[in-house]
């Protein structure tokens, strides 16, 4: 078992930039694929980004790449991702959720076995 708990959601003007942290417990987080979801109202939730065991290998979203930034903290059991220059369609309910390790990175929520709880992050026009 992983449990996974996000923070650093807000609201922040568009432009602007936020953090947000999903700290991990139980299993050896550094065994897992880590990656970030978004759901907007009414809408199905969406792959925003993802990161190998180790950092090296990434991949995002094509509505974030160049803004958003994923990274990892073993020492910290902690998965971060670094969002600048926000858009208001970048509202939603953040989300980190860990999946078993693969040949890819997955973008599917479907494979991934552990979730958070979510962080809500509003960006105002």
């Known amino acids: 078992q992983v449990q996974l708990v996000e923070s650093g959601g807000r609201l922040v003007q568009a432009g602007g930039s936020l953090r947000l942290s999903c700290a991990a417990s139980?299993?050896?987080?550094?065994?897992?694929?880590m990656g970030w979801f978004r759901q907007a109202p009414g809408k199905e939730r969406e792959f925003v980004a993802a990161i190998n065991w180790n950092g090296g290998v990434t991949d995002y979203a094509v509505s974030v790449k160049g803004r958003f930034t994923i990274s990892r903290d073993h020492a910290k059991n902690t998965v971060y991702l670094e969002m600048n220059s926000l858009k208001p369609e970048d509202t939603a309910a953040y989300y980190c959720?860990?999946?078993?390790?693969?040949?890819?990175?997955?973008?599917?929520?479907?494979?991934?076995?552990?979730w958070g709880q979510g962080t809500q992050v509003t960006v105002s026009s």
């Open positions: 959720a860990a999946s078993f390790p693969g040949s890819r990175l997955p973008r599917s929520d479907t494979e991934y076995s552990y």
């Open positions: 139980g299993r050896t987080f550094h065994d897992f694929t």
